[in-house]
C-alpha cells in the first residue's frame, strides 16, 4: 500500500471500577491483581454506547470441545487471559511499524484462516491501526489469576486494526481445518464486543492451530447467548478433570455479528504467544478469488518503473506474488551475485550453452536485464522490483558477446536450451532474443517439447520496426511480444505481423525500462527483449494463483484480459492487445484456450516470409537422418565433418564456407534425410 493510504482510526475503551481510559487502543497502564475478583467472569471492561443490534435470525450450534493437556487445568476465562485481548489489552505503536506487516502469498499453506473472508466480498482491507498487545504475568503457586503487564515489545506489533464499515456483517474466516460436522471454529470467548475463534477442538491457545481475536465488533446477540449458556461457572466444564465439554462450533462463513464502528482490532495466536505479523504470511493472505487492495513493494527505485504502475501490478500483487515458479531466462547469461538477484536464481541448475559448463554468469549485460524485469528480488528495500516477484530464475545462457556491442547465438543453442529448461521443470521460457527466419526443426521441437511438459513460452517479437517475423516468436506455442511505449503506443522499434501475440511495455522516447544490469548496478533500455519479460513474469503471478493452469489456460488469461490498444480485436501491433496484469489475476483464463487468436487469421493476411537472407552460422547445417544411416556415410556423401548432438537428436554438419545453401539443397533431396537447415542466427533484441 502506499504511505498516504495509511490513517490511524481513533476507538475509545473505558475499564470499570479502578481505571478510566480513552483513546486509541488501551493504556500501557498495568492493572494489578487488586483491580480484578478472582474468578469473576469477563468483561471487566465498560463499553461505550452504541448502536449494536439487539435481536438477531442467525442461528448457532455447539461442538465438543477437548482438553489438550489434562495435566492443566481448565481455567476460568480470567486466568485463560491469552483467550481475550481485552483482558490483556493493546497499546497503539508506531505507524512506521506497518512495514512489519507481510502481505504474503503462500498458497500452498491451505491450513491457515484467510483473513480476507472475514468480509463478504472478501477482501484485504485497509489496516488503521498497530498495536502491541500487554503481556499477561501469571503469578506462582497462587490462585491470583495474574495481571496485566507491560506491552510485548518484541515483535512490536501483535495485532492490527481493520477498517470497517459501522454496521458491516463479519464473518467466520475459512481455512483448511475441520473440527467435525463441517465446522471449522469453537468459541473459546465471547462478549458483546470480543470473539476468540479456535481452529482446532481443543480449548487451549497452545497446541496446534490457530487462536483468533475479533475485538471492537457487536457481537452476534444470538451467539453470545449460546455461548453465556454454554460457559456456565457453576457447570460441569469447571470440574477437573473433565476431557470435553460443549462450546459454540461454527463453520466458516457463519456472522459473528457486525462491525461497530470504523475499526476492528484482530490478533493472531498460533503457538500460545501473540505473534510478529512478519512470521505469519501465511494468515494475512490475498488469496484467489478474493477482491483486494493494491499492493506495494519496498524497493528503492520502484518509482522508476512506470511499467508496472501501467500494467496493474500492484493490484496483481494482491492476488498472487508468484511463489514456487521457476521463470528460465535463455539469453546472455545472468549476472548470478547482483544483490537485486541472487537470492533468486538456481544457481544449482543454471547452464552455459556457449561455453559448455554450469555457470551461466552473464558476460554482457542483456540477460541480466532481462532477469531483473522478470523476477528481481521484490520487497527487499533495494533497487527494482520484479514483475514475478517470489519466481525463481534460472539462467540459461546462449548469447555471447560481438564486438559491435550486441550478443548472438545459434538456433541449436537455442533449442538445446528450452529442452533443458523443460527438463528441469521451468514453468516459463523467456526468450528475449530473435533471428529473421522460420521457426523449423530443431527449435520446432524443442518447443513443442516444452510446451508438452506445461512450460509457457514468450518470445520478443524484434526490434526492426517492420513486418518481419522472427523465431521463436513465430512458431506455434510461443507468445510473441511486441513493446508499447510510456504513451501505450506501439514502440517506434517493434516489428509488426502475424507472429505479435500481445504486447507489453518496452520503452520508447518518452521512458524507458528501468532494471538490473551488470557490475551490481541498474540501468535503463528499450526493446522487445524488456517486453517478454513482463509477459513472463505475469505469467509466474498466474500459475501460482492458478497451478493447475495449462499454458493455454494462461495464454488465455493474459491475452484475453488485454487492454486493447490497436483495431478492434487481435491487430498485427498490439496483437490482442497491452497486459492487464490486474485483470488478469482477477479473472483469470476466460477461455480454454486465448479466444482473441481467432481473428488473427481473418484480419491481416499471413506473410509467407523468405530465409534467403537470414543470417546462419558460417558452415554448419543441422541435419535430422534416418535411424540407420552411419555418420561415415555422412561424412563419405557430403565431404563433411560430422558432431552428434545428443540432447538434439540432430547431426551438425560441418561444410566448406560458401556452400551451405548448395549442400542444404542437396539434403533436402536426399531420401535418407528427413530434416535439414542453416544453423540460423538469433540476436538480442534492445
Not at 556452400?659 to 542453416?678: F, G, M, Y
Request: charged share 20%.
Amino acid at each position: 500500500m502506499r504511505e498516504s493510504k495509511w490513517i490511524v482510526a481513533t476507538v475509545g475503551f473505558m475499564i470499570a471500577a479502578l481505571l478510566t481510559l480513552s483513546g486509541l487502543g488501551t493504556t500501557e497502564a498495568s492493572v494489578s491483581s487488586a483491580d480484578m475478583t478472582p474468578h469473576a467472569y469477563l468483561p471487566f471492561i465498560a463499553r461505550t454506547d452504541s448502536n449494536c443490534p439487539s435481536t438477531s435470525t442467525n442461528e448457532y450450534g455447539s461442538g465438543t470441545a477437548r482438553q489438550y493437556d489434562e495435566d492443566d487445568p481448565v481455567r476460568p476465562a480470567e486466568e485463560h487471559a491469552d483467550k481475550n485481548i481485552e483482558m490483556r489489552g493493546y497499546a497503539l505503536t508506531d505507524p512506521e511499524v506497518r512495514g512489519f506487516v507481510d502481505y504474503g502469498c503462500d498458497d500452498q499453506q491451505a491450513q491457515p484462516p484467510q483473513f480476507a473472508t472475514l468480509f463478504d466480498p472478501a477482501r484485504v482491507p485497509t489496516l488503521v491501526g498497530f498495536y502491541q498487545v500487554h503481556d499477561w504475568v501469571w503469578p506462582d503457586g497462587s490462585e491470583d489469576p495474574g495481571w496485566r503487564g507491560a506491552p510485548i515489545a518484541h515483535p512490536p506489533v501483535t495485532a492490527l486494526g481493520l477498517q470497517t464499515t459501522p454496521g458491516e456483517p463479519l464473518y467466520v474466516p475459512r481455512s483448511g481445518y475441520d473440527i467435525g460436522g463441517g465446522m471449522e471454529v469453537l468459541v473459546l470467548f465471547a462478549d458483546e464486543d470480543t470473539v476468540t475463534l479456535r481452529y482446532t477442538d481443543h480449548d487451549s491457545s497452545a497446541p496446534r492451530g490457530y487462536t483468533v481475536h475479533v475485538d471492537n465488533i457487536c457481537t452476534d446477540p444470538n451467539l453470545l447467548s449460546l455461548y453465556n449458556e454454554l460457559d456456565d461457572p457453576d457447570g460441569p466444564r469447571y470440574v477437573y478433570p473433565k476431557p470435553e465439554y460443549q462450546l459454540p462450533a461454527l463453520p466458516a462463513g457463519q456472522a459473528l455479528g457486525v462491525a461497530r464502528r470504523t475499526e476492528v482490532v484482530v490478533a493472531i495466536a498460533d503457538t500460545g504467544t501473540f505473534q510478529d505479523p512478519r512470521s505469519l504470511n501465511e494468515w494475512w493472505q490475498a488469496r484467489p478469488g478474493y477482491a483486494s487492495e493494491s499492493r506495494y513493494p519496498s524497493d528503492s527505485d520502484y518509482a522508476k518503473q512506470w511499467a508496472l504502475e501501467k500494467i496493474g501490478a500492484p493490484e496483481a500483487w494482491a492476488r498472487s506474488a508468484g511463489q514456487d515458479t521457476v521463470i528460465a531466462i535463455v539469453d546472455t547469461g545472468v549476472e548470478l551475485d547482483h544483490p537485486d538477484l541472487r537470492t533468486k536464481v538456481l544457481t544449482d541448475q543454471d547452464r552455459d550453452f556457449v561455453n559448455d559448463d554450469d555457470s551461466a554468469d552473464d558476460d554482457h549485460g542483456h540477460g541480466t536485464h532481462v532477469a531483473g524485469i522478470a523476477a528481481a528480488a521484490t520487497d527487499n528495500d533495494i533497487g527494482i522490483a520484479g514483475l514475478g516477484w517470489d519466481a525463481w530464475i534460472l539462467p540459461l545462457k546462449v548469447l555471447r558477446p560481438t564486438s559491435d556491442g550486441r550478443a548472438t547465438g545459434t538456433a541449436i543453442d537455442i533449442a538445446a536450451a528450452i529442452r533443458y529448461a523443460a527438463d528441469q521443470g521451468a514453468d516459463i521460457i523467456n526468450l528475449s532474443l530473435g533471428g529473421e527466419a522460420p521457426c523449423d526443426s530443431p527449435v520446432v521441437e524443442a518447443v513443442d517439447y516444452a510446451h508438452s511438459k506445461g512450460a509457457v513460452l514468450v518470445a520478443a517479437s524484434g526490434n526492426n520496426g517492420r513486418a518481419t517475423e522472427m523465431f521463436p516468436a513465430n512458431c506455434d506455442h510461443v507468445l510473441g511480444v511486441s513493446a508499447t511505449d510510456y504513451n501505450d503506443a506501439i514502440a517506434h522499434y517493434s516489428n509488426y505481423g502475424a507472429h505479435v501475440s500481445v504486447a507489453a511495455p518496452g520503452g520508447g522516447y518518452e521512458g524507458a525500462i528501468y532494471s538490473t544490469v551488470t557490475a551490481a548496478r541498474y540501468g535503463y533500455n528499450i526493446g522487445t527483449s524488456m517486453a517478454a519479460p513482463h509477459v513472463s513474469g505475469l505469467a509466474a503471478l498466474l500459475l501460482a494463483r492458478f497451478p493447475t493452469y495449462s499454458p493455454e489456460q494462461v495464454a488465455s488469461a493474459i491475452l484475453d484480459n488485454a487492454v486493447d490498444l490497436g483495431e478492434t480485436g487481435w491487430d498485427e501491433y498490439f496483437g490482442c492487445g497491452r497486459i492487464d496484469a490486474s485483470q488478469a489475476l482477477a479473472v483469470g483464463a476466460p477461455n480454454p484456450e486465448p479466444l482473441c487468436l481467432g481473428s488473427a487469421a481473418s484480419s491481416v493476411q499471413v506473410k509467407s516470409y523468405s530465409a534467403v537472407d537470414a543470417p546462419f552460422a558460417p558452415g554448419e547445417i543441422i541435419v535430422e537422418f534416418r535411424p540407420s544411416l552411419a555418420a561415415q556415410t555422412l561424412q563419405r556423401a557430403y565431404a563433411a565433418d560430422v558432431e552428434f548432438l545428443p540432447s538434439l537428436g540432430t547431426w551438425r554438419l560441418r561444410v566448406p564456407v560458401g556452400q551451405e545453401r548448395d549442400i542444404l539443397s542437396r539434403l533436402r533431396a536426399d531420401p535418407s534425410v528427413l530434416h535439414a537447415d542453416l544453423n540460423y542466427l538469433v540476436f538480442a533484441q534492445d
